[in-house]
Structures are given as structure tokens and as C-alpha cells.
């Protein structure tokens, strides 16, 4: 099936002496599901094929005339669950207290209404949500306030379905 991409070109940045990985994040961040990010880079950025694959991406390598970088990561669909470095035993969770849908909203409101939400449980209970991409920075502030999760693409990758268990506050890292 043909991917659409979403294109950053990263060359300016780097040229200007800046550090892209912020603005591949929000872009990554900002794809539709299913769509692909084709990423322009002076050189082959071989540390973020694993942060890429980690977040469900392959990556396509094309070397430019100009000796630049081409690369598409096209997302994998449904295959692959990421889960908190925190997280103890996804299975045995409590069934989840609060189930919301979020697919209609734009950010920041679904990470928005999921940390006011989090906020009004017990340690322990469970948030199951369904959004329309995956919450990149919904993520590492879930861990940072000491939460775990599980979440993955449904099997179309039309909605990114979460569970959050509760946990007892922030983490010292």
C-alpha cells in the first residue's frame, strides 16, 4: 500500500549549528495515522532509525546526488505495542475506571484531558483512551509523574489506543 509522506527538511538546521531532534519529534507527532515522514539530512542519521523503530517506523535510505540523505519512515500498522520502561505486568491491570474517547480532538486537549483525568484517580486505577495519533509528548510526562503505559495503533492505524495505570507520583530521573 503507498504511503503518504510528510516532508522536514532538517539541512538549515543543522547548517545553522541547531539541534533537530525536537522539531522530527513534533513532526513525527503531527502525522495522520498511517502517513510516513520523508527526512532531508546532510548525512545519514543512523541514531534515529532506532528511536523511529521504537516508536513503530521503518526506515528507506536513498543517498542524494548532492551526497545529502533522503529517508522515508513508513510506519508499521498494528504490529507493535509500546510500553513504559516502568510498566509491571500490562496484563494483570485493573479493567480500566475511565475509558475515553479523544479521537476528535486536536492537541493539546486529549493529553490535556488525560492528565486531569489521572489526576482524579487512585493509584493503581486505569485510563483506557482512544486518539487520533500517537501522544508523543503525552508520553514521557505520563512516565515523568511516575504513571506506566501500553498503547499501539488499532490494526487500520486509523486511532492510537492507550491504557494508563495510575501511579504514586513523579519519578527522581
Known sequence: MPHEFQELDVRSILQNGGEPFEEI?????????GQGLRLFAPFRPQPLFRVMDSKGFDHEVVELDNGDFEVRFVPRMGEEVAISENAVSPELWAEPSVDLDLSDLDPP??????????????????????????????????????????????????????MIRIGTGATNA
Open 25 to 33: 519529534m513534533r513532526a513525527v507527532g503531527a502525522l495522520h495515522p
Open 109 to 162: 486537549e486529549p493529553m490535556q484531558r488525560i492528565l486531569s483525568e489521572a489526576e482524579a484517580l487512585n493509584p493503581g486505577e486505569v485510563i483506557f483512551a482512544v486518539l487520533s495519533r500517537e501522544p508523543v509528548f503525552l508520553l514521557p510526562e505520563l512516565t515523568h509523574r511516575g504513571h506506566q503505559w501500553v498503547g499501539n495503533f488499532d490494526r487500520d492505524g486509523s486511532a492510537y489506543r492507550i
